[in-house]
Every structure is written in structure tokens, then in C-alpha cells.
């Protein structure tokens, strides 16, 4: 019954910015933490970032800390995933994802209940 929408991807050069955005749906937003998650080719999908119900508390993978920002607004419904300094690295399929059971910062993909189509990221060298 929840729906997630990702949308900003495309291709950007390398040290360029991209701001993704996720918008929610069918559920009632306050309720979710939400996560971002990104897939490259022939790769697992890893954890990027996440932010807490109420958007007082985030995490972020080692790899993207320091360049990636994550953030909600309760408003709109949507969560956001601000790029920057992007690196080639970073290129992979972006996803969002929602979870209503964990009261923290969920950082495993399966401990998330709903997940958007995804939306590609490319930077180039």
C-alpha cells in the first residue's frame, strides 16, 4: 500500500552534483524510516544513507560520508539524497526504501518493507 517514486537521476561528470528525490505515497509518511540504497552492475546492493522517522538522525555509508546528505520532508513526503564531489564509483542504480518496524537507523536492505523502481546514476570520468 506504500508507493516510492525516485526520480533526479542522470548523468553527471565526475566532481558534479545530483540531488535524487523519493516521494511516498499510500502510507502515512511520520511513520517510516527511510533509506537509500544503490546498485551497480553486477554488484549487491549496498546501503547509501538513511534518516529516522522524525529526520533527527541519519547514517551514512563510509564510502559516501561527508559528500551524500540525506533529508525528509514531512510536507511533501518525500526524502531526499543530495550528491556531491560525485566519483565514477558512484554510478549504480539509486533506490529508496521505507521501514515501518525499526525505530533506528536501518542500514541492511532487508530489513526494509517497501522499495521505489530505482533510478539511474551515471558519472563520468
Known amino acids: 500500500q506504500v508507493q516510492l517514486v525516485e526520480s533526479g537521476g542522470g548523468l553527471v561528470q565526475a566532481g558534479g552534483s545530483l540531488r535524487l528525490s523519493c516521494a511516498a505515497s499510500g502510507g502515512t509518511f511520520s511513520r517510516y524510516a527511510m533509506g537509500w540504497f544503490r546498485q551497480a552492475p553486477g554488484k549487491e546492493r549496498d546501503f547509501v544513507a538513511a534518516?529516522?522517522?522524525?529526520?533527527?538522525?541519519?547514517a551514512y555509508a563510509d564510502s559516501v560520508k561527508g559528500r551524500f546528505t540525506i533529508s525528509r520532508d514531512s510536507t511533501r513526503n518525500t526524502v531526499y539524497l543530495q550528491m556531491n564531489s560525485l566519483k565514477p564509483e558512484d554510478t549504480a542504480v539509486y533506490y529508496c526504501?521505507?521501514?515501518?518496524?525499526?525505530?533506528?537507523?536501518?542500514?541492511?536492505?532487508?530489513?526494509?518493507?517497501?522499495w521505489g523502481q530505482g533510478t539511474q546514476v551515471t558519472v563520468s570520468s
Open positions: 534518516i529516522s522517522r522524525s529526520g533527527q538522525r541519519t
Open positions: 526504501a521505507a521501514d515501518l518496524d525499526s525505530g533506528t537507523l536501518p542500514t541492511i536492505g532487508a530489513w526494509y518493507d517497501y
